[in-house]
């Protein structure tokens, strides 16, 4: 089953708009919420993260927005620019405890393309 | 300051070879983890360590090894490559939650390996 998903497996946005990226996930156990961002052949970037506690976190173009009610995140640049065009990654955590110890355990969605035209 | 760094950044190998991936990072980080994403999957945990000689299993961990021998070292080994083992292989290293940190990963390069 897949507990963060994406279900938008591309998006298209003229430059200057904004684009909106989606996540949903399932998991009430998650408190903490990731966006990454990836180029091609480039390992994924750290875009902006928003604690469960809250339910907006800007930073510049970005936006994080969580509503918990809906389980469902959203990722808001604008304006959107050539150079966001990659692939976006969002990623929830929970505590996860194995053997004795614990650490924040991710589950990534599947990720959504992003393609801004100049 | 590198962050995360990975070697190999490819490498082709037949299939029964066997093969290390080495991760190394200057962030002072206690959490290392090795991922693999393939197409449309997004990444999955393989295995990852929460401290200098300790490890454990992620979600698919048959057909991997690993060892964390030095804080700042995480390798990743392929003991009898087969064809389903054909990904890109990342790295990733975070503080410890229970320190008061965040649960942000870095994240390397990746590793592009072809097992034919």
């Known amino acids: 089953d897949q507990q963060v998903k994406q279900n938008s497996p591309s998006l298209s946005v003229q430059e200057g708009r904004i684009s909106i990226l989606n996540c949903d996930y399932t998991?009430?156990?998650?408190?903490?919420f990731l966006w990454y961002k990836k180029y091609p052949a480039e390992g994924p970037t750290f875009l902006i993260s928003?604690?469960?506690?809250?339910d907006k976190n800007e930073d510049g173009r970005f936006t994080v927005f969580l509503n918990k009610s809906a389980k469902h995140l959203s990722l808001h640049i604008v304006p959107s620019q050539p150079g966001d065009s990659a692939v976006y990654f969002c990623?929830?955590?929970?505590?996860?405890?194995?053997?004795?110890?614990?650490?924040?355990?991710?589950?990534f969605g599947q990720g959504t393309i992003l393609t801004v035209h100049p | 300051n590198a962050g995360v760094t990975q070697t190999p950044k490819f490498r082709v190998l037949k299939t029964g070879q066997s093969m290390t991936l080495l991760c190394a990072q200057d962030?002072?980080?206690?959490?290392m983890y090795w991922y693999r994403q393939d197409p449309g999957m997004g990444l999955r945990l393989i295995h990852y360590?929460?401290?200098?000689?300790?490890?454990a299993k992620g979600e698919v961990p048959d057909g991997y090894n690993v060892s964390r021998l030095k804080k700042q070292n995480f390798l990743l080994g392929l003991e009898s490559a087969a064809p389903s083992q054909t990904s890109v292989y990342f790295c990733?290293?975070?503080?410890?939650?229970?320190?008061?940190?965040?649960?942000?990963?870095?994240f390397g390069p990746g590793t592009r390996l072809t097992v034919l």
């Open positions: 360590s929460v401290g200098e000689g300790t490890t």
């Open positions: 962030m002072n980080h206690e959490y």
């Open positions: 990733a290293s975070s503080y410890s939650r229970l320190a008061g940190k965040s649960d942000t990963q870095y």
């Open positions: 928003i604690s469960s506690i809250k």
């Open positions: 990623a929830a955590s929970e505590v996860s405890w194995r053997g004795g110890t614990s650490y924040g355990k991710l589950t």
């Open positions: 998991n009430s156990m998650f408190d903490y």
